[in-house]
Structure formats: C-alpha cells, structure tokens
C-alpha cells in the first residue's frame, strides 16, 4: 500500500461519569484520532495518550507532535505493508502511544483493502471475547457496591477496581462480603511502594485473581521482590513497554499475568509479538482499557481475538462511557458479558464522521 495521506485530529467527549484512579480524575477526555489514506482506502487509529502525563509521559500534545514532525515523514510515500509499519517506526524512542495511532490505522486500511475483518488479518481465532470492567474510585463503599451489582446484573465477567493507599481494604472486604463468588481484581496504578508490602499481602485474604501494577510504573524488580512475598498474582501494566520487558518481567517473576494496551506497546504488530512470547512462557494477558471511544475500542475488540487473550478484558459496551459514541453499530456486550467480534472488513465499526467533525477541536492534514 501507499500512504498518501494523514489527518490528525482532536476531539473532546464528556464521560458519562468521572473516572478515579490513583493518579488522577478523568471527566472530560481529549482524544487523537488518525485517517489514514492508502491507495484511496481509509483507515482510523487513535491515540491513547490522556490529557495529563500521569499514567504515561505521553499527552495529546506530545503524540501530535511526533506524529507530525517524525512518525508521518518515516512512511509518507512509501509502499509498505501494515506488518511493517512498526519496525520502521524504531529510530524514535518510545511513544508507544503516538505510534500506535499511525501503525493501527495503517492495519485498518490493509484490512479494508483486502476486504478481511481486521480480527482474521491479524491471526485471531476467538469469534467473541469474554469482558470485565474497571471501576474507578468511588466516594462511599455503598456507591461501590451499588455499581459492581449494576455491571454484574449487565452480564460482566469480572470486576475491577481502582485502589489508593487510604483506600484499598476496606473496599475489597466490603465486596468480598457481599459478592464471595465473583472473579475480582484490583489496580493501583503504581500508588505504592515496596515497603507496603504488609498491607498488600493483607489483600491476599480475599482471593483476588490478580493485583494489577502495585508499584512504580517503571520498577520490574521491585515487583519481582513484592510477587515473592504474595500469593495474589501480580499483572503489570504500566511496567511493560515492549516484549523485551515482558521478557524480563516473566524471567525474574515479577508478574504472572501481563496486561496488554495498543498504545502502550506500540500497536497490532508489538502487542502481537508480546502476546506470542507470553504465549510460549504460559503467561495469560488480557486487554487493557484507556477510556477510549469506538475507534480505540475497536481495535481493542481486534486484538482480543488472539488465542492467549484467554482473561477477560477492559473492554466494555460504548455505552458505559459515553452517550453516544463516534462509531455505528456503537459496542455492545452480550447478557453473557462478551462482545462478537465483527464481521465487516476492517475494524468492522464505521466512524460517524459527521460527528466526529462535530466534535473536533483542531485538525492537521499532512500529506
Ligand atoms: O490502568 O488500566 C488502567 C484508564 C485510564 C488509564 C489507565 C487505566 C484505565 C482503566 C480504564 O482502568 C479501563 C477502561 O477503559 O475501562
Ligand atoms: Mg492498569
């Protein structure tokens, strides 16, 4: 394929309720869209990168920038398939997330183009994909315990909460008296450090399927000293960039579950790679969630289908986050709590373009 064009674009979508995590409240989000155009064909892609440099360094600032000024000149003109994209992507260090825009709407346009569900393209097997939620902090244990009754009476298979120190305990015990039975996990979003580790192994009493990223966003080998002391599974997000990490994190035990997000790997191409190692080393993974709308969600959709995509993931119906979503049909999750991966080609959704433009705040079209 040829790229020939590339329109970046923002846009601004009110959640239908706040989300709390350890570092931060996210109501209003700001979104990086992609349109790639290949030999006439379009494809979309967004970037995962928030309003704040809190979970990662990257923000809709930084991706449009290197976007811009680096990613788009490395393939503007040139024949290249979608396979390829990201290794020549390598020269720039890190965003994974600004890369990802580019490398998943370049894969959206080859699937169109072959006429191919984007899920089959990339070696999916999974023809529909068992789904949990994330629960962001709430203000009452009552306000929690009312919105994990709602989730689970929509069909969802597990449940996930956001802790922080001051409120951790309290929450799960609160849950696991009422619902004993339920697949539950937590994530704490790097909120704690290695000497807590005494009170994260109190968490252990409660039979969670997995703590997600207790320690620094950077710190592989602390978590390799805190999964010592647990029998809680520990999951690593914000610690695994690339399958070198992966690597490293499964060789010291650092995790026994890894949670993967495009934009946090790069695209369809690393996060591929990563779930194959992970594969190989009985590692499960499962998709990880970023607040996106229905072009980010969909390409979720996409890469979940792979066979070692075996937990459920942060992959939920649009309308748990927005009221109207940018994409037709919007997503939607079964009374068994999983979604059907689609059949049309591509990423199987189509963007609503007039109201994407309806909510743009800025656009570049770079050619
Ligand atoms: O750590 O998984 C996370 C949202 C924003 C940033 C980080 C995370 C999250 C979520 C939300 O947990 C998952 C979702 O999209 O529902
Ligand atoms: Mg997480």
């Not at 393209?121 to 306000?143: D, M, Y």
């Amino acid at each position: 394929m040829k790229l020939r064009k590339l329109t970046l674009c923002e846009i601004h979508m009110k959640l239908v309720a706040p989300f709390e995590t350890s570092f931060g409240t996210s109501d209003l989000r700001r979104m990086l869209l992609v349109e790639v155009e290949a030999d006439g064909v379009a494809g979309w892609g967004e970037s995962t990168a928030g309003e704040t440099p809190f979970y990662s360094y990257e923000t809709v600032e930084t991706a449009w920038h290197i976007l811009r000024d680096y990613l788009w000149p490395m393939v503007r003109g040139r024949e290249i398939a979608a396979a390829e994209v990201w290794d020549l992507l390598a020269p720039v260090r890190g965003h994974n997330m600004a890369k990802a825009a580019l490398e998943t709407a370049i894969w959206d346009a080859e699937a169109k183009q072959k006429n191919v569900p984007l899920a089959e393209l990339l070696g999916g097997t999974l023809e529909q994909i068992p789904c949990g939620v994330s629960i962001g902090i709430q203000p009452t244990i009552e306000a929690l315990v009312a919105k994990v009754e709602k989730e689970l009476a929509a069909g969802y298979q597990r449940i996930k909460i956001k802790i922080k120190p001051g409120c951790d305990l309290e929450p799960v015990k609160a849950l696991r008296e009422r619902f004993p039975r339920i697949r539950l996990m937590v994530d704490a979003n790097s909120a704690y450090r290695l000497e807590d580790a005494p009170l994260l192994k109190q968490l252990d009493a409660f039979y969670l399927i997995m703590i997600e990223q207790p320690l620094g966003w950077d710190d592989i080998y602390s978590h390799a000293k805190l999964q010592r002391q647990l029998e809680t599974p520990i999951c690593l997000d914000e610690c695994i960039h690339d399958t070198e990490h992966a690597r490293a994190a499964i060789e010291t035990g650092a995790c026994r579950i890894i949670n993967i997000k495009l934009g946090r790997v790069g695209g369809h191409t690393p996060a591929r790679r990563m779930h194959d190692l992970c594969q190989s080393k009985s590692i499960p993974v499962w998709c990880g969630g970023m607040l996106e709308s229905g072009i980010g969600r969909a390409h979720n959709i996409a890469m979940s289908s792979l066979s070692n995509f075996s937990l459920p993931g942060d992959v939920s119906a649009s309308r748990r986050y927005w009221q109207e979503d940018i994409i037709e049909p919007e997503v939607e999750v079964s009374r068994q709590g999983t979604i059907r991966i689609p059949t049309a080609p591509g990423i199987g959704y189509a963007p609503r373009i007039d109201r994407i433009e309806s909510l743009t705040r800025r656009r570049e079209v770079l050619e």
